[in-house]
């Protein structure tokens, strides 16, 4: 019995729509991720956060759908982030539940993502607010919100889905331990005998974290500490350097942050205390790799800030450093979204040779930094004076903060003497995390916020993003290992190389051609404006038949000449615009119908096959 064309078709429709229902039920949880950073599966260290989560998690995720119907970027990244979030969900087993909300004008989702502080992004006069963000909530109904998510910090989007994921399933407050030689805390100012009030960076860190402050007299570190901050540390005692070397040897995480001359001391200005303020915790350091002057200061001609001098006058301060978005690595966390970070009198971190550690470095000078004597530093007041001691010759990168990781051995050959302590001597250490950074001045307020009172309370604005790092490396270290593990993928959007690569070409190729032309352009509006100058005794400009008819015919010539430069380039775009169509014509549709070719050749090769 013969079956019909149509009757085939239709067999065939019924059959394909019943296998794709069928694969869905059966492979819903199947995925395969074939892009080239997996930027559609989760790391192992999101995995691993997933895992710790004790009670369930909602997932509020509200975009503006009918909003933003012909914003392609976003409408694309949106897809990007949702489909990221449902990997959280299908990994998650049950303990995390998503929520997809369109937020549309005046209804009660848009009132919710309100609520939750959503940022509502305005697309141009007179269209709805477009919504793109998150909201988390936990059995505690605690809170946590991502206001908008930027397509330009997609790089970081797992790792900050991943730390608000974190957070939820940890609501406890990061506990920070701080030792700190330094009088952050405020006090009075032994050269004005009046009370300065405490730093902005320590009120912030007091806000946001679970802070104790551990005397340089003790002996040992409280317990359960997440993060060790170490300020401009001096004079610690052999107990306490033991117990900041064990700390860090058990997995412990530190924030150091060291100097070799701390000019933001209000002693430092005194000629007996100048230059011998240095912070002290080199015995630690070797072991991890790295070794910090304490004799030498940066000096750095290109990213001196300017200052006023007491004259009245503005001059740059070689000691005092702007450092901007090409000094920070755009790989890490802690950097990667930061503008400019200023301090002074840096030190110069030494990577040692024979370290075991990996050490990735996050703040650098530029190449025209050198190094200074920080006696000779200390010791100078007029600015324009560190142009003497700046030694040309010996220019280059300087790297002045860096991530410490891996595994280290000890300082220590064993618990010193007179120490009781019932804690194992930790030998080696496999999981060593510090970030190390060789200066405290940018701590101090001057370098990075301006303060004003508003009505008797007091206002800081920052100018400046030195608390933000503080507070990005305290929250990168504050997470657990898994969360540390996280960095970028890789970025969703792909380019077209070829087509960037022709770009390059088509653009060399008419870029000769329009410089010749307006080279020719040029002279011949010299050659007019030199025909004419010149007047008659009445100011009236007085012509020949002969110049009149010269005129003319540069004016004709000048005339062509713009006329064949607009078309050099109007033709670099539409070649430009030709060579892209060209090549998404062959990837969308000769691809497809030569696929179609194959099947139909595989097909009747088959059929001969058979018939035979």
């Not at 794709?20 to 995995?47: C, H, M, P």
């Amino acid at each position: 019995m013969k079956i019909s064309n149509t009757l085939t078709y239709v067999l065939l429709a019924v059959l394909f729509f019943a296998l794709v229902l069928l694969s869905n039920q059966i492979f819903k949880s199947a995925r395969i991720d074939l892009t080239e950073n997996q930027v559609y599966s989760l790391s192992d260290g999101s995995k691993a956060i997933l895992t710790q989560i004790d009670e369930p998690i909602n997932l509020y995720f509200f975009f503006s759908d009918k909003a933003s119907e012909g914003l392609t970027t976003i409408r694309n990244y949106a897809d990007r982030v949702e489909s990221l979030l449902k990997e959280y969900e299908s990994a998650a087993n049950g303990k995390i539940k998503l929520h997809l909300i369109d937020p549309e004008p005046f209804s009660e989702a848009e009132d919710q993502a309100n609520d939750y502080g959503l940022t509502a992004a305005s697309a141009g006069m007179g269209t709805d607010p477009i919504y793109l963000g998150l909201a988390g909530t936990n059995a505690l109904d605690d809170e946590k919100v991502i206001g908008f998510f930027d397509p330009q910090k997609e790089q970081f989007l797992e790792y900050e889905l991943s730390q608000l994921i974190y957070e939820l399933s940890e609501p406890e407050a990061v506990k920070v331990g701080l030792i700190s030689g330094i009088a952050m805390t405020g006090g009075q100012n032994p050269m004005t005998g009046q009370f300065d009030p405490p730093w902005t960076i320590y009120e912030q860190i007091q806000q946001l974290y679970d802070v104790e402050t551990i005397d340089t007299s003790s002996d040992n570190l409280p317990e359960e500490l997440d993060v060790l901050m170490l300020i401009h540390p001096q004079g610690l005692s052999d107990n306490l350097l033991y117990a900041i070397d064990q700390f860090a040897l058990s997995g412990g995480k530190i924030l150091a942050f060291v100097d070799s001359h701390h000019e933001s001391d209000p002693m430092a200005a005194m000629s007996g205390m100048a230059g011998a303020n240095g912070s002290d915790i080199n015995p630690l350091l070797q072991p991890w790799g790295v070794a910090v002057s304490s004799n030498d200061v940066v000096l750095d001609a290109a990213l001196g800030l300017d200052i006023r001098t007491q004259t009245g006058g503005v001059t740059k301060h070689l000691g005092f450093v702007g450092l901007q978005k090409s000094q920070f690595d755009a790989e890490d966390v802690t950097t990667a979204n930061l503008d400019s970070i200023n301090g002074a009198s840096f030190a110069a971190i030494d990577l040692l040779p024979d370290a075991t550690t990996d050490i990735q470095p996050l703040l650098y000078s530029s190449e025209y930094a050198a190094s200074g004597n920080a006696m000779s530093y200390a010791m100078t007041r007029d600015p324009e004076q560190f142009f003497e001691q700046y030694d040309q010759s010996q220019t280059g990168v300087k790297i002045l903060a860096v991530r410490i990781s891996g595994a280290a051995g000890s300082a220590f050959d064993a618990v010193p003497e007179g120490l009781e302590t019932d804690a194992e001597f930790v030998e080696q250490g496999e999981q060593l995390n510090v970030i190390l950074v060789a200066d405290t001045d940018m701590l101090s307020d001057r370098f990075w916020v301006n303060k004003a009172n508003f009505f008797g309370q007091a206002i800081a604005t920052p100018f400046a993003d030195n608390g933000a790092f503080v507070t990005n490396a305290i929250e990168n270290l504050g997470g657990n290992n898994a969360l540390i593990s996280i960095r970028s993928r890789g970025t969703f959007a792909r380019p077209f190389d070829k087509v960037e690569a022709l770009t390059v070409q088509a653009e060399a190729k008419f870029r000769e051609q329009e410089q010749a032309l307006e080279a020719q352009l040029a002279e011949t509006e010299q050659q007019l404006a030199e025909l004419q100058t010149g007047s008659g005794e009445d100011g009236l400009m007085v012509l020949n038949a002969e110049q009149q008819a010269a005129i003319d015919s540069f004016m004709d010539k000048k005339i062509e000449i713009r006329k064949a430069l607009r078309d050099v380039r109007h033709q670099l775009d539409k070649d430009i615009e030709q060579l892209g169509t060209q090549l998404k014509l062959i990837n969308i549709i000769v691809a497809p119908i030569l696929l179609v070719f194959v099947v139909f050749g595989l097909r009747r090769t088959f059929r001969v096959k058979g018939a035979a």
